[in-house]
Structures are given as structure tokens and as C-alpha cells.
């Protein structure tokens, strides 16, 4: 990209936000903020025990990343968020009017598959259903990319460079 903006690398669990976030907040030169280390420790005991966040769970995490990609404005940075409806990035945006989103894609059963084969994290494979459920895929008017998960997570992180390459320069929105 040419200028440092906040990238928020979002979809649902198991597209690979926290593999695909650090390689790219390395190869564009900024730092990478986990969105699931936002999380207060009643959003995680929810999702652990298999219960979807609703709403009013949300927002205070929402908050907490708006702020981290506030304070990193015009220095860059990359953050990982599921950011799943319009609403949540509209929320974002609010926060950080800059962010730029790289939306993670993918076949559901593939998605599926990675998430059962991951180890220690507290989100459960039968979550998977209310994420896509949830999921409102970026609107032509939002700011970001779809990228697609298939492949090494070297070649997605290409994938999502090249795409934020092609990107026109939002400083002159």
C-alpha cells in the first residue's frame, strides 16, 4: 500500500485472521494487535462454552479495536477482527474513519476442516453455522478486499498485499 493505513483483516473463525494477520502486518512493515486479546474474559467463557456473542457483547470489544486502529493512524498498523456485519465495520470505520478491510473467504467445509484441526483455541467448530449466518460480506462502498483462503498462507498473504496494492489511494477520499 502507499501510505500506512490500519488494515482489519476480518471473516468468520477459521478463515486464518490471526495466521494471515501477522504475515501481512510483516510484509507491509507495521505492527499486528490479535482482535480475540480485545476480547473481555465473559466473551470467551461464552464462546468456550459453545454460546454465539450477540450484540451487547460486541460492542465494548468492537470499542476496544476501534481504539487500538484510532491510535494507529497514519503509522499503520493490522489488526484481526471477524467483523462480520456492516454494522461492526460501520462501528470501526467510526472509530478509525481509515481502516481498510481484507475480507478472508472461503468454502465452508474447507473453513470447517481448519478450525477442527487447530489446537487451544476457544472457539468450537459448532459456532461455525451462526458465523456464516451472521457473515454480511464487504458492500461495494466499504474499503477492503475479499480474499480467497485457499492455498499456503503465504500465497493468501500475496493474495491480500496484491489486492491492498490495487487498491485506489483512499488518502483523497
Do not use: C
Not at 52 to 69: E, F, H, Y
Amino acid at each position: 500500500m502507499r501510505t500506512p493505513h490500519v488494515v482489519v483483516v476480518m471473516g468468520v473463525a477459521g478463515t486464518g485472521k490471526t495466521t494471515i494477520g501477522p504475515l501481512l502486518a510483516a510484509r507491509l512493515g507495521v505492527p499486528y494487535a490479535e482482535g480475540d486479546d480485545f476480547h473481555p474474559p465473559a466473551n470467551i467463557a461464552k464462546m468456550s462454552a459453545g454460546h454465539p456473542l450477540d450484540d451487547t457483547d460486541r460492542w465494548p470489544w468492537l470499542d476496544a479495536i476501534g481504539s487500538w486502529a484510532h491510535g494507529r493512524e497514519g503509522l499503520g498498523g493490522v489488526v484481526s477482527s471477524s467483523a462480520l456485519k456492516r454494522s461492526y465495520r460501520d462501528r470501526l470505520r467510526a472509530a478509525a474513519p481509515g481502516v481498510v478491510f481484507v475480507h478472508l473467504t472461503g468454502d465452508r467445509k474447507l473453513i470447517e476442516d481448519r478450525m477442527s484441526h487447530r489446537q487451544g483455541h476457544f472457539m468450537p467448530t459448532a459456532l461455525l453455522d451462526s458465523q456464516f449466518a451472521t457473515l454480511e460480506p464487504l458492500a461495494a462502498d466499504e474499503p477492503g478486499v475479499a480474499v480467497d483462503v485457499t492455498g499456503s498462507p503465504e500465497e493468501i498473504t500475496a493474495r491480500a498485499a496484491r489486492a491492498l496494492d490495487a487498491l485506489p489511494d483512499l488518502t483523497r477520499q
